[in-house]
Nanobody, 115 residues
């Protein structure tokens, strides 16, 4: 069983930066994948960044080179450093964890970047 607690988010600016943080807690042995998804208005929820237990990280093409995901297995956290923000980054960002075939979601945190 895993609970995901998110922090960060809020109002950004074009070209600026924001940092999101997620901490996993509960009763579990290991987390296979941990990262972030987002829901942009008018679009389906999409993967932003995923980090494996060994540190392998994948990014959506739209954020590659701008966002950095960092996972700390000792603290059971995954952070998302968001740089060079664009208006199209506006949406709700969800922390994500997969344990085997079971998926857990955070409540979501709003990120707004005015155009």
């Amino acid at each position: 069983q895993v609970e995901l607690a998110e922090s960060g988010g809020g109002l950004g600016r074009t070209g600026g930066s924001l940092r999101l943080s997620c901490t996993a807690s509960g009763r579990f042995w290991s987390i296979s994948q941990m990262g972030w998804w987002r829901q942009i208005p008018g679009k389906q929820r999409e993967e932003v960044a995923l980090v494996s237990e060994t540190g392998t990280t994948t990014y959506a093409e739209s954020v590659l080179g701008r966002f950095i995901a960092t996972r700390d297995n000792a603290r059971n956290t995954v952070d998302l450093q968001m740089n060079s923000l664009k208006a199209e980054d506006t949406g709700i960002y969800y922390c994500y964890a997969r344990l085997g075939v079971v998926i857990y979601w955070g409540q979501g945190t709003q990120v707004t970047v005015p155009s």
